[in-house]
């Protein structure tokens, strides 16, 4: 007996049976991966898209000159209520009073301006950091309509319902 061809032969048994074993199994892999998959398409937020018409004007069109709108703002302080346009600036002035924000003379200003302005339904409520919630609340309500009592019927007059919140300018 030779020896180099029992080793030899030994070798190509342990070769032969571990033939394989060294390959990439990529099944379990793939499993992960549809299960992932299955998963990622049921959770994902679906969002809705929406399209919006734009009528650009022609090549040949001039631009208009627009005159400045009214843009009412409210600018609600510590120290009272502004009551401003953004084109012209300042048109009234609230102080406090010992109770807090003067809503009521907010609101009879407001009714006068809307009668100025019909057309107008939306302000801005600007607010400063060191304004309280209630407040707030209190001034938005006082612009959105206008209470009033005759005979012993409560109506509603809308004055400016579409109201924006912001930060005051410091």
Known sequence: ?????????????????????????????????VILAFFLIFTAVFSK?????????GPGTQAATDTPRF??????????IEVADRSQGVLETIPV?????????LTTYLAALKQKVP??????????????YDTIVQVMD????R???NGGKVTREPLFPQIA???APT
Do not use: C, F, W
Not at 71 to 80: A, P, Q, T, W
Not at 119 to 132: N, P
Not at 142 to 145: F, L, V
């Open 71 to 80: 843009e009412l703002e409210l600018i609600l302080r510590k120290s009272g």
């Open 97 to 105: 009073v010992p109770s807090g924000q003067d809503v009521a003379k």
């Open 1 to 33: 007996m030779r020896k180099g061809s029992v080793l030899a032969r030994r070798q190509q048994r342990n070769h032969a049976r571990y033939r394989g074993r060294n390959d990439l199994n990529i099944v379990p892999m793939l499993d992960v991966m």
């Open 49 to 57: 898209t929406s399209v919006l018409e734009v009528n650009l004007p």
């Open 165 to 167: 919140l912001g930060d």
């Open 147 to 149: 209470q009033t009592v």
């Open 142 to 145: 006082a612009a959105r309509a």
């Open 119 to 132: 057309e107008v339904s939306h302000a801005t409520l600007l607010v400063a950091e060191d304004v309280d």
